[in-house]
Nanobody, 122 residues
């Protein structure tokens, strides 16, 4: 499966951005999708995940109530709507996919898109 992320950029604190991840290559019925991020000089961390079939979501505490993950099964895309952005949200964001249940560990995912940089200025 191929994943293509888009939508990064520069935004002021308090602003919003939307990331998209387009998936291709096979049927995604049994896939679950996630967003991770890697802040400068830090480890990659879980942001949000969604099950492809039921749309069940899971969020990191740091983004809960600010970020929303959703999927469009007809378009094979996953979107991360990010509101009330903070400087600490600055990171390279990655989308990822796996065929089993939602996982917050990056090592559990074997399909990754290229990263997209988000910079939140104070």
């Amino acid at each position: 499966v191929q994943l293509q992320a888009s939508g990064g950029g520069l935004v002021q604190a308090g602003g919003s951005l939307r990331l998209s991840c387009a998936a291709s290559g096979r049927t995604f019925t049994n896939y679950n999708m996630a967003w991770f991020r890697q802040p400068p000089g830090k480890e990659r961390e879980f942001v949000a995940a969604i099950t492809w079939n039921l749309g069940t979501t899971h969020y990191a505490d740091s983004v809960k109530d600010r970020f929303t993950i959703s999927r469009d099964r007809a378009k094979n895309t996953v979107t991360l709507q990010m509101n009330s952005l903070k400087p600490e949200d600055t990171a390279v964001y990655y989308c990822a996919a796996r065929t089993q249940g939602i996982e917050t560990r990056s090592v559990a995912y074997n399909n990754w898109g290229q990263g997209t940089l988000i910079t939140v200025s104070s």
